[in-house]
């Protein structure tokens, strides 16, 4: 075969298959653009599982009517502008290709009205050829995508799609895990038309108290033990449980506010909890690490799941003993944590 360029929409396809891999992946991309454009009310809708149809709504920023269509396109971004922004990313996105990702995979519209910007306008993307439709829609200040029949024209991945009761938790879990990095926003959850999840803005100490009960349950939030350390521009806030939990459900971990599963910090965590849980017993904590952001690379891994420290000795050692003077603490009469 000669060597030729792929069409856009194949190349969009390939790259999907890095991040999209379920609806969940779906909503976790487009909430994240949601919080990178500002909005503090965050509305989910999904029908079956995500599988016939996502819609995320936002009070964001908004796309301008002349940027529609580029929001789109591959590698189309408004979050770095040269190699210098990327090393020291402070949005959530920054690769230019969910929008694109998600589009040559489903049918999706954008709908979205800049404040400035007197009307709302529609990209309508058919997930064809790229080929984007604009037309004028009815749309408050902020953004909407709405996702409908996610890998219809990609049979291999739609086969892979569980049943929409998994897929559904799968969902929840993203929303979990973004209601616990923003307490600053108002997110909801809705499945086939039923309102399953409610996370009021949380502004006050006992109302993000609230949200970590409602995310983590009543139990943990009660007998958590608080971490808060700070040392050479690190810092390391949150909770942890010491009642040993039978799965690794309950595992929040953020950088810079982003949610990770990063193999170091996992193993750091382990080593403090050595001998303070059973062997087979997972930890539960929802922990907060802070450092400047020039210190981590986030752009190892498509979906951002994984980060490399650039003193990744001195963050394991700072988890490790941040946790193991919280553990070694004398059980204080326990305050609800507090949150920076
Ligand atoms: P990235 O987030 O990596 O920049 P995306 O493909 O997710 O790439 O989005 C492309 C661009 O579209 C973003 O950089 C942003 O300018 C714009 N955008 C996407 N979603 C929203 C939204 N909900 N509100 C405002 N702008 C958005
Ligand atoms: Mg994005």
């Known amino acids: 075969m000669p060597i030729q360029i792929l069409p856009a929409q194949l190349a969009n396809q390939i790259a999907a298959g890095e991040v999209v ?29 995500g599988h016939k149809r996502i819609l995320i709504r936002d009070n964001g920023s908004g796309i301008g009517k002349q940027e529609l269509t580029l929001a789109l396109s591959r590698h189309a971004t408004s979050k770095i502008h040269c190699l210098d922004d990327l090393e020291q990313i402070i949005s959530l996105g920054f690769r230019g ?44 200040d902020g953004t909407s995508v709405e996702v409908l029949d996610l890998f219809f024209n990609t049979p291999a991945r739609r ?27 108002a997110f909801s959850l809705k499945h086939n038309g039923k309102l399953l999840r409610q996370y009021p803005k949380a502004a006050s100490q006992a109302a993000r108290q609230k949200r970590v009960a409602l995310v983590c349950g009543q139990g943990f939030a009660q007998q958590a033990l608080t971490i808060s350390s700070e040392l050479q521009g690190l810092s390391l806030h949150g909770w942890l449980s010491l009642e040993p939990a039978s799965q690794p459900d309950q595992q929040y971990f953020y950088v810079n506010g982003r949610m990770m599963r990063d ?3 996992h193993h750091a ?59 070694e603490q004398p059980a204080p009469e326990q305050t609800p944590a507090t949150l920076s």
């Open 21 to 49: 891999e379920r609806p969940a992946s779906v909503i976790k991309e487009l909430v994240e653009n949601s919080l990178d454009a500002g909005a503090d009310r965050i509305e989910v809708e999904v029908d079956k599982g």
């Open 159 to 185: 086969k892979f799609l569980r049943t929409e009761k998994t897929e559904f938790q799968h969902i929840d879990e993203v929303i979990r895990r973004i209601a616990l990095s923003r307490f600053d926003t």
């Open 269 to 327: 965590i382990r080593q403090a909890f050595e001998g303070w849980l059973p062997q087979e017993a997972h930890p539960a904590f929802v922990l907060y690490l802070t450092l400047d952001a020039r210190e981590v690379d986030v752009n190892v891994h498509p979906a951002k799941h994984e980060v490399r420290f650039h003193q990744a000795r001195l963050v394991h050692d700072f988890i490790f003993r941040a946790l193991q003077d919280a553990l």
């Open 97 to 140: 290709e969910a929008l694109a990702s998600i589009s040559s995979v489903s049918r999706l519209t954008l709908t979205s009205k800049p404040q400035a910007q007197p009307e709302a306008w529609q990209a309508i993307a058919e997930g064809r050829d790229m080929r984007v439709r604009l037309i004028p829609a009815a749309h408050p």
């Open 263 to 265: 193999k170091l910090i």
